[in-house]
């Protein structure tokens, strides 16, 4: 595929390596940002190319893994209700609530269906108008210009039978959660490409002033990944705290102005609880008055659910960076992907499931 | 084959019901004129319970598979031709010669008839170029909703006739991993029918018998050591079964594993690694290095065999474990799947 | 989080200014899908854009990514020579 098999070449891949040793001349912990990032690290095997300098850090990307819990119960109970079909994006299934996962509700006779885009939620009410069809909009902001179209259009069709259950979180506000964080040891970010794709970078420039970090916007593919981490490294050895870009092809600095629109129209920023690290202000979307009719969590009622977490999953600690996977007592033994004790663990970028399934540290 | 006839009235009877699997007269007429029509003829001492067989040989491979695919046809095949081949391949994986097959229906009430018929048809096709005979069986049908269309059962026999045994255990250090062809075509050509995920592929299944291309290697003397077929759970899985079996560590290099451009395309776009991803005309085959040479032009010159290439070998290390060369240079390890890939965004 | 895969346009349907209806028929390697075009206004067919869930986010810049991959080459070059 053109624009991707390119950057993967494994000469240039070796001889960004070599250059990264070339210039690291102090201990750096660099954290990347994007649970898509995480895993091609880990399937890439990135980090073995690294100087042992370099640490590098899964940062609370995926937002399957930061979804909070009372929302993925939530979703449970919707899910498991008759007449209502209920969609959702594959990550999703197999993420662990209080009792259950969705792939269970299913399982039990729960009408839940994997969708590859929102649209497909919105055609699945149009041809079920007897059906309460619900979708699951977990992400981050690479997929919120998608969710508020699917909204955008089921009120343009006058849809009375789809809602959303929203559960979007924001980037900046997280890293900058990390950030402040007393226990921070980060000291460079990779940004998350395709939300800058969306978003743009001109809110990173504040952020890298006050707390003297460099922050290289990075794309997915090892070569990126690389030549970010390169770009990082240099700057840090030169005592920089920049915002640079490297994923050009497709990030501008202002990002996506029609996606933008139509978010800001649909959505609103709203506090956010993200799983495992509580809860961020101004972290979260939410949709507006104009669409309340189409949000799930009104439409359904409901109210506050108790929610009960494991005791035993640090994921939280995971997330921020704190910790690495293989330093919970839990993981491999109580915790594996066949039964997860937290989201990190099932979602394929979580950082704990792609320690698992690519290194299983011995 | 398609212009075979079928005695049995279809317009009389344009949907499979109950009674169809109820032990009276319908059942009998569905039977006589549907399936021993198609897979016939009926032994000159009539249909019994059982069927008595001579076999040419005592040493025996026995095995059974259940087909539970939906959609029952996609590109490249449907669940009657993975029923059959399904199960001809886990004989062929011994090295046995297969000769007979029980096959086994339970069908949903209200089947259509003609999809039945469709189905029979498709079993006989590959019953034939598989060089198997379907010579028992049975018919259940279950209410409207407690079934998919249509779940097969197949068992089948063959005959050993090499002195190789071929298992797991006797994978030697040093040994080479061959494959017949690309990864991933019959999982994304099932991906590509299901709604919500569609999109426009030429990609068909590979959905094969490799029985003959396996007795190819076995004719010119190959020392084969094990094979698998690779079925659900793609080729990481098969290696992954094989180095427990064997308490191994087997090493591939991602570089040589073939996967064609559109499979590869697809599985980045849903988030999946061809890996993983299932096959159904894909085997690999350990031999001693020294054969490697031999049995790839062995492979390459048959049919199914045209895209064969070494993608590994066996290592000297009794962890039983599969590393991966990955494409950029680095390692790591290449494990075991827990449940299904679904489609990911993240 | 961001599987976003880069694809070619192959034809457009809906008129411009269209935004609920606009879509492209997009070539992945070979798959070809059809997608929204309705944050990316400017595509025209043969254009590379970048998908998520079925939605193109941005124009692949052929120019910068050609700029990124001459710097990578001849700093993998400059490596060979010097190893």
Known sequence: MKYLDEYRDPKLAQALSRQIHKITTKPWVIMEVCGGQTHAIVKFGIDTLLPKKIELVHGPGCPVCVTPLEMIDRALVIAAQKDVIFCSFGDMLRVPGSETDLLAVKAQGGNVRI????????????????????????GFETTAPANAMAVFQAKELGLQNFSLLVSHVLVPPAMEAILSSGSNRVQGFLAAGHVCTVMGYTEYPPIALKYKVPIIVTGFEPLDILQGIAMCVQQLEDGRHEVENQYVRSVKEQGNPYAQELISRVFCVIPRKWRGIGEIPQSGLSLTNEYRDYDAEIKFKLGDIKTQESSECISGLILQGIKKPHECPAFGVKCTPEHPLGATMVSSEGACSAYYTYKRVT | MNAMSCPFPIQQYPHVLLAHGGGGRLMQQLIEKMFTH??????????????????PSNKIAFTTDSFVVKPLFFPGGDIGALAVNGTVNDLSMSGARPLYLSLGFIIEEGLSMETLWRVVRSIKKAADEAGVTIVTGDTKVVDRGKGDGIFINTSGIGIIEHDLSIVPAHIQSGDAILINGDVGRHGIAIMATRENLSFETTIESDCAPLNDIVSRLIKVGIEIHCMRDLTRGGLASALNEIAQDASRTIQIDEKFVPVKEQVASACAIMGFDPLYVANEGRFIAFVPASQSSKALKILQNHPLGQGACCIGEVLDDTKPLVTLKGIIGANRILDMISGEQLPRIC | MCLAIPGKIESITGSEGDFLNIKGKVNFGGILKEVSLAYV???KVGDYVIVHVGFALSLVDQEEALKVFDYLKQMGELEELHT
């Open chain 1, 115 to 138: 969708v590859y885009s929102p649209l497909d939620a919105v055609k699945i009410a149009q041809d079920n108008p007897d059906n309460e069809v619900v979708f699951f909009a977990v």
């Open chain 2, 38 to 55: 198609a897979f016939g003829p009926k032994p000159a001492t009539g249909l019994h319970d059982s069927i008595v067989l001579n076999l």
């Open chain 3, 41 to 43: 206004p400017e595509a």
